[in-house]
């Protein structure tokens, strides 16, 4: 069944809503949370967001942008721009838009659901508006592709994939995706090549947990916070070589290496020869 005989649309005071057309099944309706709707690989245009109405669902909404960009408006919450790896969550009557933004397009995977579950959920607190961390892993397609299975057995063991996810998402991601405290970290780890900053220390920074600074910090730039801070000095150390007489051992000192022997063996790991061997061979090894 396409989507567009799943979902309903009507015009109310000028305000779109989305209702649920789909029956639910005496079987669903005992399992207390049910999928109306799974969409995969949904790819909107660019500056999409521009042309999206105000609307408002009277079902749940997961949106998970993968790829792209997005922004998202709410009446409680603002606009904002979202990156890849965020979750959009909507719930019933919160009026919303979001959609593509810039030169990027919104691709997203998505599923609607309803029930006494999520209602609790979100009287809890569990089930939030707004977009939180996700990553950029596909993790609703898996629960999309099994909902298609009208089986009893399995439209009940996708809900229970989903109900699983959806405490993942508040028990992981429950802070909105903060790109503009990563730059921070960035300048200040760039602005102190000496430094060996832990993890701790930055997510401490952020006023995160390590976990998912973690995670914050790989969507962001694909590596890791260590891995990260030890290219960065290993490229910097490389260009002054390349650019100066400064010795070996004030190189591995000014970004941190009290010792020039553990220097030279991760920097021949990382370029496959000898600070010494690199500087003499006057740039002719690239980076």
């Given at each position: 069944?396409?989507?567009d005989?799943?979902?309903?649309?009507?015009?109310?005071?000028?305000?779109?809503?989305?209702?649920?057309c789909?029956?639910?099944?005496?079987?669903q309706?005992n399992?207390?949370?049910?999928?109306?709707?799974?969409v995969?690989?949904y790819?909107?245009?660019?500056n999409?967001?521009?042309?999206t109405?105000?609307?408002?669902?009277e079902?749940?909404?997961?949106?998970?942008?993968?790829?792209?960009?997005?922004?998202?408006?709410s009446?409680?919450?603002?606009?904002?721009?979202?990156?890849?790896?965020?979750a959009?969550?909507?719930?019933p009557?919160?009026?919303?838009?979001?959609?593509?933004?810039?030169?990027?397009p919104y691709?997203?995977?998505?599923?609607?659901?309803?029930?006494?579950?999520?209602?609790g959920?979100?009287?809890?607190?569990?089930?939030?508006?707004?977009?939180?961390?996700?990553?950029i892993?596909?993790?609703?397609?898996?629960i999309?592709?099994l909902?298609r299975?009208?089986?009893?057995?399995?439209?009940?063991?996708?809900?229970?994939?989903?109900?699983n996810?959806?405490?993942?998402?508040?028990?992981?991601?429950?802070?909105?995706?903060?790109?503009?405290?990563?730059?921070?970290?960035?300048e200040?780890?760039?602005?102190?090549?000496?430094?060996w900053?832990t993890?701790?220390?930055?997510?401490?920074?952020?006023?995160?947990?390590?976990?998912?600074?973690?995670?914050?910090?790989?969507?962001?730039?694909?590596?890791?916070?260590?891995?990260?801070?030890?290219?960065?000095?290993?490229?910097?150390?490389?260009?002054?070589?390349?650019?100066?007489?400064?010795s070996?051992?004030?190189?591995?000192r000014?970004?941190?290496?009290?010792?020039?022997?553990?220097f030279s063996r991760?920097?021949?790991?990382?370029f496959?020869?000898?600070?010494?061997?690199?500087?003499?061979?006057?740039?002719?090894?690239?980076?």
């Amino acid at each position: 069944m396409g989507d567009d005989k799943i979902i309903g649309y009507r015009f109310q005071d000028g305000i779109l809503i989305h209702s649920a057309c789909k029956s639910v099944s005496e079987h669903q309706l005992n399992c207390g949370l049910w999928i109306i709707s799974g969409v995969a690989a949904y790819r909107s245009e660019c500056n999409g967001f521009l042309h999206t109405r105000q609307r408002k669902y009277e079902f749940y909404s997961l949106s998970h942008l993968y790829d792209g960009r997005g922004r998202y408006w709410s009446k409680n919450n603002g606009e904002q721009e979202i990156p890849a790896g965020s979750a959009v969550i909507v719930t019933p009557g919160t009026i919303n838009r979001y959609g593509g933004w810039g030169d990027e397009p919104y691709v997203e995977d998505y599923i609607c659901f309803a029930g006494p579950i999520a209602d609790g959920w979100k009287r809890a607190g569990i089930i939030k508006d707004g977009f939180f961390h996700f990553g950029i892993e596909r993790r609703l397609l898996p629960i999309i592709e099994l909902a298609r299975d009208p089986s009893n057995e399995t439209q009940a063991q996708s809900a229970l994939m989903l109900q699983n996810l959806l405490f993942d998402i508040h028990k992981y991601g429950r802070e909105k995706v903060s790109q503009g405290s990563i730059d921070i970290i960035l300048e200040e780890i760039k602005s102190n090549p000496e430094v060996w900053w832990t993890v701790e220390e930055l997510a401490d920074m952020c006023g995160t947990s390590v976990s998912q600074f973690r995670r914050n910090f790989k969507s962001h730039t694909g590596m890791l916070p260590k891995e990260y801070i030890e290219e960065l000095k290993l490229r910097h150390a490389a260009d002054i070589l390349l650019s100066s007489d400064i010795s070996i051992k004030d190189t591995a000192r000014r970004f941190g290496y009290r010792d020039p022997f553990h220097f030279s063996r991760r920097f021949k790991l990382r370029f496959g020869v000898s600070p010494e061997n690199y500087r003499s061979s006057a740039g002719s090894i690239t980076t």
